[in-house]
């Protein structure tokens, strides 16, 4: 059985933590992992205006999800950076163009998760997993978050993403800042939970 990650990532933070959720997936057995990522839909000059034209030779390598990829999936973990409170353009874009498999269907009773980056601590990481999980909702999927019974969410001695809506990572004002171990931690175990569960619901 396989679990589709489909995420964007510009700088490189949420690839990371894509990375991460895969290594969960593959913690289960009989369970693989798919990185994919949503198509770019900024020029080459504005990407380079936002000084991400080399973290981009390296993210582009990954391929493009397609629909059709979406609907084979057992279970699909989404990844996004914030966008004041919400799911980047680039990702919205991308389900909005899911109409089809939602008239018939497609992806109802798949479970489904939603991990995130956020510039600063505060910056909206619960607001977009949960505003994310409204499309989720409507495509009929099963919402798995991240359970408390990761001890990483309780840490109190460091600055550290991560809900029970789901992962997620600070990237700084000007982006520097790399996923902590805690938060890579929690995207394993998010990506090993969704596995779990999508292993049982499958069978």
Not at 98 to 106: A, M, N
Not at 143 to 165: F, I, K, N, Q
Request: charge should be negative; aromatic fraction near 6%.
């Amino acid at each position: 059985m396989n679990v589709l990650i489909v995420y964007y990532s510009l700088y490189g933070h949420v690839a990371a933590m894509a990375q991460a959720v895969a290594e969960g997936v593959g913690q289960v057995p009989d369970m693989t992992a798919t990185l994919r990522r949503v198509p770019e839909t900024l020029s080459d000059d504005v990407i380079e205006k936002m000084h991400a034209t080399e973290p981009q030779k390296t993210l582009t390598q990954v391929p493009v999800c397609t629909l059709a990829e979406l609907e084979e999936a057992d279970g699909i973990m989404f990844g996004t950076p914030t966008r004041y409170g919400n799911m980047c353009g680039q990702m919205r874009q991308f389900l909005d163009a899911t109409g089809q498999i939602w008239v018939r269907g497609g992806l109802v009773g798949k479970p489904a998760g939603v991990f995130c980056s956020t510039a600063t601590q505060h910056g909206g990481q619960e607001t977009t997993i949960l505003t994310f999980m409204c499309t989720l909702l409507h495509h009929g999927m099963v919402l798995v978050g991240l359970p408390y019974a990761y001890a990483g969410l309780t840490r109190m001695d460091e600055v550290s993403g991560g809900s029970p809506y789901g992962a997620s990572t600070l990237a700084g004002s000007d982006g520097s800042r790399r996923p902590t171990e805690n938060e890579l931690e929690g995207a394993r175990y998010h990506g090993r939970h969704l596995a779990e569960i999508t292993k049982k619901m499958r069978r």
